[in-house]
Structures are given as structure tokens and as C-alpha cells.
């Protein structure tokens, strides 16, 4: 296999941890941001060669992608886990459509794929609970959003790490207007090892295995991949805040493991 669908894979399995990470943190969004990138930012800028030229070039990928996750926070707080990340995960149909913007053209195979992901998705979030539906909206905003970052991302040649820190460093700068206004939230002990879990699993791994990925893979491939966070989340979701998933949040975790491997082979 590929080593960058493998790292992918595992990427894709740490970004279903950011949403439990974030419910468990009861941060504020701009906090749990701001901190996320900084740390990161600063973990890459000590092995690359990266300066303030570098992170204003690559600021419109740090404005991108502080906007996804300040949404993607907010969605977690304001709808269910479940929810939060199967709508999120709702971005490889919107990198399809994005797809002119990119060097890979799509193929018969990349949109039997996705549809397959997208019915598991489908299976997965229903019924729809109106009661969360700002939540749901801004969930389904998110994913718009990073499939914009990832088609974009994939027209970029430039070393990885330090392209990992410049994106991480200039998003960390567009999160802390806000982290200044909301404050840090609620903080003990629980809270501040969830900021660690959320720093060095979905953010370290995770967002940094799409970067690494992006130009050698496919961004349909990225996405769809990625659909592999909700199914995590709501495996995680059982034993930590005992949401005992339904038969359709089964058959459409099944389908979306199904539309990963198929794109693969």
C-alpha cells in the first residue's frame, strides 16, 4: 500500500479523537484554536527552515484552516459529537465539486466512492434532530471549508514540515483575536490534558498527514479518508459518554470503511 494513504489512514483515525478531546476540554473555541496551532507551529519551526516571508505566503491556508476549526469546535459544542463529525466529514463531495482548482481530475471511481461514503454519512446522521440544526449548519460550513483548504493545498510544492509550521503558525495568528476575547474557559486537570491529547493526535497527526499527503495524493482520496473520523468518534463516543450508536450509525460506519478501501484499490 501507499505509505501516504497508511499515513493517512492513521490521520484519519486520530482526527475521530479531536471531537471527544474538545467536549472533554470545555475550553472556548478560541483557546482550544490558538493553542492547538501554536504549539504544533512552534514544534515544526525547531526542525525547518521557516520565517515570517513564509508564514504571511502561506497565510490564506492559515486563514482557512483557523476558520474550520473554530467552526468545527463550535459545532461540537452546539449539536452531538455525532453529528459534529459525520457533517464535517461531508467534505470529500464538496472537494469533488471544488475540483477544477486542482491538479487531479475526477474519476469514475472517485465518485462511486464518494456516493458510497456519502449514503454512509447519510445512514449515520439519521434521523436529523432539528433541535440541533445552527449546530448541524455550521458543521456542514466546516467541511466546505477544509475541502476548500485541501483542493487548494494540493497545488503547492513546498517542503512539508516546514509548510506544516508556516500554515500552523499563521493560523494560530488569526485565532488569537479571538482566544484574547473568549478567554480560556474552564481549566483544571481534565481540560488541560484534553488541549494536550487534541495537540499532539488530530492536530499532530492528523492535520499534519493531509499536508504531508497533499500533490501525492488525490484530495478526493484526503477527504474521503478523512470520513474515517465520525466512525472513531462514535466508537469512542460509546465508552466515554456512553452514545450507544444505532443500526444505522452502524451500517453507515460500515459503508464509509467500504468507500475507503475501495478508492484504494
Do not use: C, W
Amino acid at each position: 500500500m501507499n505509505k501516504y494513504y497508511v499515513l493517512l489512514i492513521a490521520g484519519g483515525i486520530t482526527f475521530g479523537t479531536a471531537s471527544i478531546f474538545i467536549k472533554l476540554s470545555n475550553m472556548t473555541p478560541g483557546a482550544l484554536a490558538f493553542f492547538r496551532f501554536f504549539i504544533v507551529g512552534l514544534i515544526f519551526s525547531l526542525v525547518s527552515r521557516v520565517n515570517l516571508r513564509k508564514i504571511l505566503k502561506y497565510s490564506p491556508f492559515g486563514f482557512l484552516l483557523a476558520l474550520h476549526m473554530i467552526t468545527f469546535i463550535i459545532s461540537v459544542y452546539t449539536t452531538t459529537i455525532i453529528d459534529a463529525t459525520v457533517l464535517v466529514s461531508t467534505s470529500p463531495f464538496f472537494v469533488i465539486l471544488l475540483s477544477k482548482f486542482t491538479k487531479f481530475k475526477n474519476t469514475i471511481k472517485d465518485i462511486v466512492g464518494s456516493v458510497i461514503g456519502f449514503i454512509g454519512v447519510a445512514l449515520i446522521n439519521y434521523p436529523l434532530v432539528l433541535g440541533y440544526l445552527v449546530g448541524n449548519i455550521i458543521a456542514i460550513f466546516s467541511a466546505f471549508l477544509i475541502a476548500l483548504y485541501t483542493a487548494l493545498l494540493s497545488r503547492v510544492e513546498e517542503d512539508s514540515i516546514s509548510l506544516t509550521s508556516a500554515i500552523y503558525l499563521s493560523s494560530s495568528l488569526f485565532t488569537f483575536p479571538l482566544f484574547i476575547v473568549q478567554g480560556f474557559g474552564k481549566i483544571d486537570l481534565t481540560s488541560v490534558l484534553s488541549l494536550l491529547g487534541l495537540i499532539f493526535l488530530p492536530t499532530l497527526i492528523g492535520h499534519t498527514s493531509v499536508i504531508v499527503a497533499s500533490g501525492k495524493v488525490k484530495p478526493q482520496h484526503i477527504e474521503i479518508i478523512g470520513l474515517l473520523e465520525p466512525v472513531t468518534a462514535s466508537i469512542l463516543a460509546v465508552f466515554i459518554f456512553h452514545q450507544i450508536p444505532t443500526a444505522f450509525q452502524v451500517m453507515g460506519s460500515a459503508l464509509i470503511l467500504f468507500s475507503v478501501a475501495y478508492i484504494m484499490t
